[in-house]
């Protein structure tokens, strides 16, 4: 199986306890930035049976900086796919392989859940550039049932860091680093006007 390992135990064991705590909640559990899949299998570790995680992801050829993290998205999506299959996962995900402001613009209005509840959780790990990262904490934000809450990733990260910190700002939405990790947690408890 080839599955990057971007988090850290005590990072995965936040994320499913976050995801446990808004199990209670009516509405969809979605992904921005799936890759090989490590953070999706961690999610939906933590989901009622019945529940299928959305994942959303272009899937385009992927290099990261100076890491050597290289790969086409052809390839990427394939090994998403197959770790699923072997994991006996694959019938809990839907997959679109779009940007996420697509996904956005097109596609979150026509899920079923919409109308009852929106998102309930998720994860915010797309594009880590700054105009990306504030259109996914806006987008996400504006879909949130009232206690529903958003995990973003890579906070150390300059511009994904710089984002969130003017957006979190801009609408007011309360929002805390979990400590020894790099992931920031947002919940809804207002509405943004
Ligand atoms: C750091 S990886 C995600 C790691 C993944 N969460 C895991 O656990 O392995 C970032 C991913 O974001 C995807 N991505 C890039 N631009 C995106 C966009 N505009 N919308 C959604 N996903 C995007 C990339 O294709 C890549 O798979």
């Not at 049976?49 to 959305?54: P, S």
Request: include cysteine.
């Amino acid at each position: 199986m080839d599955m990057s390992s971007w988090f850290s135990e005590t990072e995965v064991s936040y994320l499913k306890s976050i995801v446990l705590q808004t199990n209670k909640l009516n509405g969809s559990v979605i992904e921005i930035g799936t890759f090989k899949g490590q953070s999706a299998v961690s999610i939906i570790s933590a989901l009622p049976e019945h529940d299928k995680l959305i994942c959303v992801d272009p899937f385009t050829d992927f290099s990261m900086g100076t890491s050597g993290i290289q790969a086409s998205g052809e390839y990427i999506c394939s090994a998403f796919k197959s770790n699923m299959e072997e994991l006996g996962l694959s019938n809990r995900y839907v997959l679109h392989r779009v940007p996420s402001n697509t996904f956005f613009k097109q596609i979150v209005h026509t899920y079923p859940y919409y109308q009852t509840g929106r998102i309930r959780f998720a994860l915010i790990d797309g594009a880590h550039e700054y105009p990306y990262v504030a259109d996914d904490i806006r987008n996400v934000y504006n879909n949130l049932v009232m206690g529903g809450v958003m995990v973003l990733d890579d906070t150390n990260f300059p511009q994904v860091g710089a984002a969130i910190n003017d957006t979190i700002k801009k609408y007011a939405i309360p929002y805390s680093v979990m400590p020894g990790t790099k992931l920031g947690v947002a919940q809804k408890i207002g509405w943004l006007i």
